[in-house]
């Protein structure tokens, strides 16, 4: 069966770095990219970018470029998603998400969702 | 690049069918045939309900179906069921390993 389990709520400052995690299960982790998505309170869902396990490629939405970083441990199965410095519009649900299909165009397996919240 | 274009709400009584909107540009759904739909219930993660503008996964109820016309794809559901009451977001694939969603529709089953 394959899973994506992702770590646990965060509650952090402004100013204040994070790593979230995204652990790959019941299918070849490095095969397959792994796509981040946000959804801020009440709002749809965006696109943040993806990373390919299996050569750390990864690709950002313009919009995410240079605020966040993504980065993957293969030996392990995760994907992580990490901030250098929180701000208090990062405060959101984040998902992983499996990209499938011939080149991979959809998102097939979604994780359960990390929500931070950043308040001072 | 800018979100894909969804009405906010529809609404259908039990089984009508309902159909939500998803307009883009030739740049994302006019480009491609990479159109996926998500449902989301309250609380919930997404789950995939249609790929590559009409595909249904397994498990997905053959009430749901995708069509797309120019640059805009439609989701129809038909035979509405209270359960099918959620959220309900298209993406489309832009180029250059970058997607895009819709702003969701709130489907309400009166």
């Known amino acids: 069966e394959v899973q994506l389990v992702q770590s646990g709520a965060e509650v952090k400052k402004p100013g204040e770095s994070l790593k979230i995690s995204c652990k790959g299960s019941?299918?070849?982790?490095?095969?397959?990219?792994i796509g981040w998505v946000r959804q801020m309170p009440g709002k749809g869902l965006e696109w943040m970018g993806i990373?390919?396990?299996?050569?750390?490629?990864?690709r950002y939405s313009p919009s995410f470029q240079g605020q966040v970083t993504i980065s993957a441990d293969k030996s392990i199965s995760t994907a992580y998603l990490q901030w250098g410095s929180l701000k208090a519009s990062d405060t959101a649900m984040y998902y992983c998400?499996?990209?499938?299909?011939?080149?991979?165009?959809?998102?097939?397996?979604w994780g359960q969702g990390t929500l931070v919240t950043v308040s001072s | 690049q800018s979100a894909l274009t969804q009405p906010r709400s529809v609404s259908g009584s039990p089984g009508q069918s309902v159909t939500i909107s998803c307009t883009g540009t030739?740049?994302?759904?006019?480009?491609?045939?990479?159109v996926s739909w998500y449902q989301q219930h309250p609380g919930k993660a997404p789950k995939l309900m249609i790929h590559?503008?009409?595909k249904r996964p397994s498990g997905v109820p053959d009430r749901f179906s995708g069509s797309k016309s120019g640059n805009t794809a439609s989701l129809t559901v038909s035979g509405l069921q209270a359960e099918d009451e959620a959220d309900y977001y298209c993406?489309?694939?832009?180029?250059?390993?970058?997607?895009?969603f819709g702003g969701g529709t709130k489907l309400t089953v009166l």
């Open positions: 019941g299918y070849s982790f490095t095969s397959y990219w």
């Open positions: 990373i390919y396990p299996g050569d750390s490629d990864t």
């Open positions: 993406c489309s694939y832009a180029g250059s390993y970058t997607w895009v």
């Open positions: 590559d503008v009409s």
């Open positions: 030739s740049s994302d759904v006019g480009g491609y045939n990479y």
């Open positions: 998400a499996r990209l499938s299909g011939s080149g991979g165009n959809f998102l097939d397996y």
